[in-house]
């Protein structure tokens, strides 16, 4: 048989039934839309919130802390972390390198003044010191700041920072949002040994420094603003001269994971507190696959009650072109034949269910992101667009309607591609 009598034969079957047709495309096009959302869901789960996750949490970095203890209503917090334990841990041969973490041991407020939208403010910061090693990678330049160079001090500043005043300060103070992109190269003044609401004053003439934000870090532990820690050292020391430098925190990086347990023990030798980063990460990281199961849950309810009327409507398209199969095997007709005709019914269901399915989620995208997509452009942590769907999807909604629509047509098929041409023709007049 040719190819155009093929199509025709195939044609001429199909169309036969074109009220169950039009209901097998139905059905087929809103599981292979569930699909694809839930299967977009999954690829942002997989590809952009476990790496990003990671990037956070390194395994192999623990977080060395002072101790705490709760009384009543206060925390208290042991002594900070001495050059003598620091040179003690980075002495561990478990230990790959250690980094420095520095608070600020008097008041530093912060002078904006953002000439593009016209606006300017003062606010007290939270202002940290380390080593660049620890940010150097992230913000892709050196981090130091020669003293007297006349340059402006290098400012890192927290994403979750950026958050916070995208969705607090801005907006109840009715200011101008900012993106990650217009937070780069911003300058500013730090005020160092001031306050603006005149808390711990200093005996110390306050001294203003020019700034300038040099990038952004995603690190947990560096909310608020980040200098280089000999800066931070040397004004330490002018505001506070008689306090020794101890640090608020160590990042330790570990030579491999399973050196933690070593530094735990070490760590609790000297009486300071430890937090393996793997630990959390496995925390957040179970928070994750949690959803992913729930999403496969739901997915496999939903393909379950779909799948009953696919299979059902097929099971009476199939049933119903039986006799007239089989007066095609007892005029020539192969098995294979009958293959082809159960293949024709499938695909020209599954294609435009497949092309409408795909229309469908993209509608269903671009709603979620003009309704959203504004807030979530706020949010620096969230680097790309949850809601967007890519190429993989669109290749795996057309897929998932062709599984559904050629399973239950090929095992509806086999019995009659088995069965005697008789058989067949003997279940319903012609």
């Given at each position: 048989m040719r190819g155009g009598s093929w199509f025709w034969l195939v044609r001429r079957d199909v169309f036969s039934q074109k009220t169950r047709l039009g209901i097998l495309v139905f059905s087929i096009t809103l599981s292979a839309a569930i699909f694809g959302l839930v299967f977009s869901s999954f690829m942002f789960l997989r590809e952009e919130v476990r790496p990003r996750l990671r990037e956070m949490?390194?395994?192999?970095r623990v977080i060395l802390r002072p101790t705490t203890s709760t009384m009543m209503f206060f925390q208290m917090e042991g002594p900070k972390i001495s050059q003598d334990v620091t040179d003690q841990i980075a002495a561990m041969p478990e230990v790959a390198m250690v980094h420095r973490q520095l608070s600020a041991n008097f008041p530093v407020s912060a002078n904006f003044d953002i000439e593009t939208f016209n606006v300017g403010f003062s606010t007290d910061v939270i202002l940290l010191g380390v080593d660049k090693m620890l940010v150097e990678d992230s913000i892709g330049s050196q981090f130091v700041w020669p003293p007297h160079d006349g340059n402006p001090i290098p400012v890192i500043v927290s994403e979750y920072f950026v958050d916070a005043y995208n969705l607090g300060f801005a907006e109840s103070a009715n200011l101008p949002k900012l993106s990650p992109n217009a937070v780069k190269g911003v300058s500013f003044d730090l005020l160092f040994g001031e306050s603006t609401l005149d808390l711990a004053a200093s005996s110390v003439e306050p001294e203003m420094r020019s700034a300038r934000i040099a990038g952004l870090t995603d690190n947990p532990t560096l909310f608020g603003l980040t200098?280089?820690?000999?800066t931070l050292i040397e004004y330490n020391k002018k505001y506070q001269p008689h306090k020794p430098v101890a640090y608020s925190t160590l990042h330790v990086d570990l030579a491999s994971p399973e050196g933690a347990e070593a530094v735990e023990a070490k760590a609790t030798e000297l009486k300071i507190g430890f937090e393996a980063q793997r630990e959390k990460l496995a925390r957040y990281l179970q928070i994750v696959l949690t959803l992913e199961a729930i999403l496969a849950s739901a997915l496999s309810v939903v393909l379950a009650l779909a799948g009953i009327g696919i299979f059902t409507t097929t099971a009476a398209s199939v049933r119903e072109r039986r006799p007239a199969w089989g007066l095609h095997r007892a005029t020539g007709l192969g098995r294979f034949g009958v293959f082809v005709l159960a293949t024709g019914h499938a695909l020209t269901a599954a294609i435009p269910a497949g092309i409408a399915a795909c229309l469908l989620s993209l509608g269903v995208s671009v709603a979620l992101t003009n309704t959203f997509?504004?807030?979530l452009e706020q949010l620096t942590i969230i680097s790309a667009n949850p809601f967007a769907l890519g190429l993989e999807v669109y290749a795996a909604i057309m897929?998932?309607?062709?599984?559904?629509?050629?399973?239950?047509?090929?095992?509806?098929?086999?019995p009659i591609m088995a069965a005697q041409p008789i058989s067949l023709l003997s279940e319903k007049s012609l």
């Open positions: 949490f390194p395994e192999r200098i280089p820690i000999e997509g504004s807030w897929i998932s309607a062709a599984v559904l629509a050629l399973i239950p047509a090929w095992l509806f098929a086999l």
